[in-house]
Every structure is written in C-alpha cells, then in structure tokens.
C-alpha cells in the first residue's frame, strides 16, 4: 500500500572541473567540447557548461546546483560532447552517477576514465548537504514516489484603448505537464501544473518582438495571492497586463500506488465465494457447507489466436457451463482473440447464469459472414470520422485506433458502445467471474519486445502495471495523468478501442516479426543465452559509456531498424511524471527482465515516457497468465486453455522459462510449495475422431465430423483466416465442448486438491 510521508530535502553540487586527452571526433581540428548534466528527478531539462574550444583536455570549473530529494533514485547522467556544427554534435563519454552513494555532508571527487589506461578522463566534484526546509509531501509505493504539485493560473489582457487580439505569446514553465502554450491575449487562462520543489521559472515571450520576453520565478510568487504585472517595457507595443496565481496542488492521487488487489476487486471476491462454495459443495458432492477459508481461488486462462480463440474460448466455457463448474471459476484471462470473446459475453450481466446457446448463435453469424464490407467506401468515411472525433477529444493518434474500428466491423454488424467500465455490472452480485485482459507495453524504438516488455491488465475496476504497483480506474484509462494526478479527463474509449489494444499485432518490429517467423523456443534459446543477467545485486551505481565508433554507429543503424516500430501505439501514460524510490529495485514486487539492463536504470523506464506503447502478448508469450501469478491474489487452481495450433505444450513452456527468469513460483514440470496446479487444454483432437461425446462412439456416417484439420501450416483456423465456413466454425466449437467435458474426472479432482490444499493451510 502506499504510505505518504514529509521528506527532507538536500543540496547536491556537481562541479564540473575538467577532463583529459578526450578522443577528438574531428581529424582536422582539436575538440571544442562541452558537458551536460540531466537529473529528471531534480530538474525537467539538461544544464550545461560553456563550450570550450581547440583543447582535447578542457577545464570547465562549472557548479551546478540541484536541491534532491533523499527519498528518491537520483542517478546523474553526465554526457560530454564535442560541437560540430555541420554535422551535429558527437558523443565522446557518458557516464551515470547514484547520488545515493553519498552521505549528507560528504565532499567526493570522481574520475571517470574511458581505459584503465587513464586515457579519456573526466573529473567531478559532488557534494551533498542537509537543507533546514520544511520537507516536502511524498506518497510512496516503495517503488514508484509522487510529491506535491503547484498549480500556476496565468491571465493576460492587453491594457489600453487600442486591444489586438492578434498579438500571439508563447508562455512555457519548464517541465510542466503542460508544455509550451502558444494564445492570443485575452482569449483565457493558461494552466501549468509541476513540481512544487521545483525552482522553476515562467517565461512569456512575444512572438512578434523576440527579444521582448518576461521570466517570473515561481518561488517569488506568494501562495494563493494574485499578482499582477505589466509587459513589455518596449513602447511601440501595446502593454499587457499579466495576472498570475500560484496554488497548491491536490495531494489526493488519483493513481492507485499499491501491489494487492483493488477494494472493488477484494469485494468483489468476498460476494463471488458465496457462488463459488455452493457450486463446489454440487460438483464435489460434499456433505457440509466449504468454509469460507476452505474455498480455493479457481481461475481460467485463455490464450491468444484470432477468431480461433474467441470461437475456442466459447465452446470450453459452454463445457465447464455443463459440467457445473464454470461457477466454481473466480478469475478469467484473456488475450488477444480470446478477448473478444470476454468482450461479446460480458455485455450481458447474468451471461455465466444463462445457457450458453444464445451466444454462440450470435457468434456463428459474425464467424461466418463475409466480411468484405469492412473496407467499402461508406466504412471507411466512417471510420475516418471516429478517429477525428477522437483527435478532437485529445486521443494520440495512431494506427491501432483505425485496426480497433476494422476489427468492430469484422466482429460486429453495428458500432457497439460497450465500455470496459460497465462490466462492472455484471460483477456487482458476484455473478460471473472477474474478467482480467492482458496487454504488453514497451518501447517505441531501440528495443525489442524481448528487451523490453512491461505486463498490463486491464479489468471492469482498474488498469494498470503489476511491476510498478500503479493502477488507474478503468474509466480514465487513455485520459492525461501527471505525477500520479489527472490533469485531463477524456470521455471512455468504447471496448473496441481495447480489443485493438489487447489483439494488436501491428506494433511489432522487424526483430519481433523474425521471432514470430522462426520456432519460437528456439529464438527464446538464442535470445536468453545472448544476454546478460541482471541481479538484483548488480543495480549499477556508476556506469561509464563510450559512444559507439564507426564501426558501432553502422551497427547502432541497423539495431535502430530492427527495433523501430513504423505503427506503434499511443496512449497517454498515466505514469508520467512519477519517480522512483531510492530501493525500488530491491522492492519484492518490482520485477525485472534479465534480458535487460534497463530495470536497473530508473530515468529510461516508463514513467518517463509521455506514451505507452501497448501490443499483443503474444509478441514475447501467447498466455494471459501472468496476472493469475501475482502471490497477492493466491491463485490455487489454473485451467489454461491454449489455442495454439503449433506446439501443443510449447507456449506453457515458454511460461514456465519466463516465470524461472522472474523468480515466480510456476509448475512447468513438477509440483512445488506456493505454486498453484495448472490443468492444461490444448487444441487437440485425438479422441474427438472417434467419439462424438465422452463416451459416444461417432457411427461411420459422422465420420467427416470428427475430421479437425489443426495444422499450424493449411488450417482453416489459421490466425489469418477472418471467415470460417458453418462446418470448420461448427467442428470447433464441438472440439473445444468435448475436450472439458471428456476430462471431467480430472478436473474434479484438481478441484478436490485444491480444497485440500486449502484446508491444508487453515491455522490450528
């Protein structure tokens, strides 16, 4: 949970003093170089020092001062450059400093050097002091912090007789969450909202006279007073009267800073163990009621696979319907294809009470219709309408909200209007299981989704990251959020905008698509075995860089072409702005991905971003089972439906490879304390040939029947494939019925272990 505490602050000087025999990147002329100095969690831009010139060993003598808090991971980067000024400034060293390292009252001096030769050296002076202030307001997680914001109002109105409201301004607060603001005067009031530790400064400049501008220090503004000036001084301009107001911001965060279950989720398993306990008592036919700390937490996971999965998912749900045990079930996940299906079931608030038949009716007719009409003329002007209406509201736009409205058209006759929020609904009387949509989140260049990808969960209640402990009200998901606090409200997206989100395969780069090109174990074989691990006793406190050669920056061209991703998503961050605390990366719940360094590297992670970038799972692991994993739900029993057509264990074992790199407690091959028992259904269909029922043998005449073509070359079910014929569609979900209902003894007994292990862990 998070814990709200006044931090002390502190003083860190960086002097900059000098650097030996740096590499010129000029052949012809010595080095003119200069040095920057970025530290996101005390300053929104990078400083800088003077450029020296013609000196391949340069003194600067610089100071600079950041006033930090102790609280948080402060880690310097310090970047030396030499300007060229015809082709673009060349890096020559890079290095990043834990300002953790020192001690109040500590005077250190440090020499970086590109060799253990000492050639390419740069020196620098830090020094940290107590500062007697009254402290400022954090609200901490233990990984992700939030502090105070002010609020600036500023209103300009032009005095005198002669008003022109063409006269344009350009009005900029350093390190807003609003950014630069360009208005004529008179036309309202601007808005900046940033950090109150801050010593920034508001600079109105016009944009008809340049040289006239107005820089106001937002320390020297009394809280809550209006002040008023007049500008410019010039007197062929007409004056402006500028009204300014500094405000304190809310402390109240309206992202959730925690790692356990939400209220409205806790409540809602509360009401659901009622369902679940008379459903176990039916099925297990036991003789006295399930105590409530007898009753396991049952989930379903469900893969991803286009239409294949949703008509999959459909045809299972209908089996554990009739076998009476899709009450006993708490959560159910989904990703990609498979949430379509979630999407279409939870529009109706009793669906899991109702027979299944309805439904599926529904979906045989959007399965099997042509779906040519997609892209007629009409479509697309309509199309082209929603995405400029969502421009209008503040949307980003990017290609993933046109691929949602196609695919709309592909599952539906008409626009639905569904929103994520109003499956709350059908979760208010514990009705139905908690649906829980997976995407994954990572960079918009210069990484691949191996590299780098970030699980997010997206529920009726909320969405959010599990690794950072950060979620948001499912309501607000896409609306624009600073340092934990929404600063723009946007109307909810409709559910389709999601299902672009969640099935979203157009994000990927070249690296991804050569991933899903070749066998998928054996790329996550190559891959791991190529990178290097990073422990959570390895977080680097000093890491010096030297810029790439010739040789590295052909190279650093070709890895920029691999990793960048022509039609990434957009989405506003709701983490923007955060920072980190000083021991995130040692925090229980903070997890990392060894494939990567980055983890370890707080000013390049998520909050840092202005977007997401959010894409299929399958792109790293076709499951939806990660959030089952998080120990703060303590799931016991996990039926994984996989809708794979290659490999039918090999997705499972790529889970249970993901969950040994991560430290999660998983059953890839043997049973172990704290991990709960997986039954796993893949698309097979061996007996279903033979049987048309558990139990029925098929006559030679419904032979053809039992037929399922699942290869992962020529299937008729191939992810590709939109249009299924009434017999594949019909073969499938048959398939899918048949294969929970023909395992019915097994699953009882899971459920039986799951009790145990229940009654097991009961206190004596």
Known sequence: MAVAEVSRTCLLTVRVLQAHRLPSKDLVTPSDCYVT??????????????????????????????????????????????????????????????????????????????????????????????????????????????????????????TGDQKSSEHRVQLV??????????????????????????????S??????????????????????VVRLVFPTSQELPLMRVELKKEAGLRELAVRLGFGPCAEEQAFLSRRKQVVAAALRQALQLDGDVQEDEIPVVAIMATGGGIRA??????????????GLLDCVSYITGASGSTWALANLYEDTEWSQKDLAGPTELLKTQVTKNKLGVLAPSQLQRYRQELAERARLGYPSCFT?????????????????????????????????????????????????????????????????PKYGAFIPSELFGSEFFMGQLMKRLPESCICFLEGIWSNLYAA????????ASEPSQFWDRWVRNQANLDKEQVPLLKIEEPPSTAGGI??????????RPLAQATHNFLRGLHFHKDYFQHPHFSTWKATTL???????????????????????????????????????????????????????????????????????????????????????????????????????????????????????????????????????????????????????????????RRQRRPH
């Open 310 to 323: 949703m008509t999959s998912l459909y045809g299972q749900l209908a089996g554990l319907k009739e076998l």
């Open 555 to 564: 190279a650093e061209f070709f890895t920029n072409l691999l990793t960048w």
């Open 204 to 225: 109105i400049h016009l944009q008809d006279a340049p040289e006239e501008q107005l820089k106001v220090p937002l320390s020297a503004l009394p809280s809550g007073q």
């Open 401 to 465: 909200n046109l691929w949602a409205l196609i695919n709309e058209a592909l599952l539906h006759d008409e626009p639905h209007d569904h929103k994520l929020s109003d499956q709350r609904e059908a979760l208010s009387h514990g009705q139905n299981p908690l649906p829980i949509y997976c995407a994954l989140n990572t960079k918009g260049q210069s990484l691949t989704t191996f590299e780098f990808g970030e699980w997010c969960k997206f529920s009726p209640y909320e969405v959010g990251f």
């Open 37 to 158: 100095l970025w530290l996101p969690m005390a300053c929104s831009h990078r400083l800088q020092t003077r450029t020296v010139k013609n000196s391949s060993s340069p003194v600067w003598n610089q100071s600079f001062h950041f006033r930090i808090h102790r609280q948080l991971k402060n880690v310097m980067e310090l970047k030396v450059f030499d300007r060229d000024l015809v082709t673009g400034d060349d890096p020559v060293l890079s290095v990043l400093f834990d300002a953790g390292t020192l001690r109040a009252g500590e005077f250190r001096r440090e020499s970086f050097s590109l060799s253990p030769q000492g050639e390419g050296r740069l020196e620098v002076e830090f020094c940290l002091q107590s500062l007697a202030d009254r402290g400022e307001w954090l609200v901490s997680n233990g990984v992700l912090v939030a502090w105070e914001l002010s609020c600036l109002h500023v209103q300009l109105e032009e």
């Open 599 to 757: 983890d370890g590297l707080p000013n390049q992670l998520t909050p840092s971003e202005p977007h997401l970038c959010l894409l299929d799972v399958g792109y790293l692991i076709n499951t939806s089972c990660l959030p089952l994993l998080q120990p703060t739900r303590d799931v016991d029993l996990i039926l994984s439906l996989d809708y794979n057509l290659h490999g039918a264990f090999q997705q499972l074992q790529l889970l249970g490879r993901f969950c040994q790199e991560q430290g999660i407690p998983f059953l890839p091959i043997s049973p172990s304390p704290g991990a709960p028992v997986v039954p796993h259904f893949p698309l097979v269909s061996d007996s279903f040939r033979e049987y048309s029922a558990p139990g029925v043998r098929r006559p030679p005449e419904e032979a053809a029947a039992g037929e399922v073509n699942l290869s992962s070359s020529d299937s008729p079910y191939h992810y590709t494939k939109v249009t299924y014929s009434q017999e594949d569609v019909d073969k499938l979900l048959h398939l899918t019925h048949y294969n929970v209902c023909n395992n019915q003894e097994q699953l009882l007994e899971a459920l039986r272990q799951a009790v145990q292990r």
């Open 173 to 202: 607060v350093p390190g807003s969450c609003e950014g630069p603001q360009e208005a004529s005067v008179g036309t309202g009031t601007f808005h900046f909202h940033c950090p109150a530790c801050w010593e920034q400064e508001l």
């Open 509 to 516: 780069n070249l690296q991804d698509s050569l991933y899903w």
